[in-house]
């Protein structure tokens, strides 16, 4: 695989209150053409169950506030599909493309805001909204890092 150029890729993922829901896989199917008529690609993937202790190391700069312990129970409660994302095309921000395309956190202003996004169609709840986007080039690099180490060792 080629290096991945910081800016170029972004974390998705395809939270558990999806894949607890009975038409899961036509509904991530569903997402997944939306992301490739809009020019985003999935460069890898897997799907996985977070352990509490790898949900409490990711979400970690969250510790202490008040959403926390929802979050880390939320993000191990099911299946979720991690996602590396790139553009096919060279001049779209692939990371602030995703994030338009998944809508506002909160699934009720996106459904007001945002009616065609991923999560005005499939959120539920600012915690329960399906999926999730790196929000910066740094974040991106971490969080990809974080899930798919393979992709940043150096190979001789």
Known sequence: MARLLKGKYT?????????????????????????????????KSHRTQLTKERAEQFYGEHAGKFFYQRLISFMT??????????????????????????????????????????RAQFGYSDTRNVVHGSDSPDNAEKEVSFFFPELFEEHN
């Open 77 to 118: 409660s099911g299946p979720l599909e991690l996602m590396v994302l790139e553009s096919n095309k060279d001049d779209l921000d692939v990371i602030t493309h995703w994030r338009t395309l998944m809508g506002p956190t909160h699934a009720e202003k996106a459904r007001a805001n945002s009616p065609n996004s991923i």
């Open 11 to 43: 974390l998705g993922i395809i939270k558990p209150d999806l894949f607890s829901q009975p038409n899961c896989e036509m509904q991530a199917r569903k997402i997944k053409d939306l992301m490739q008529r809009n020019n985003v690609q999935i460069i």
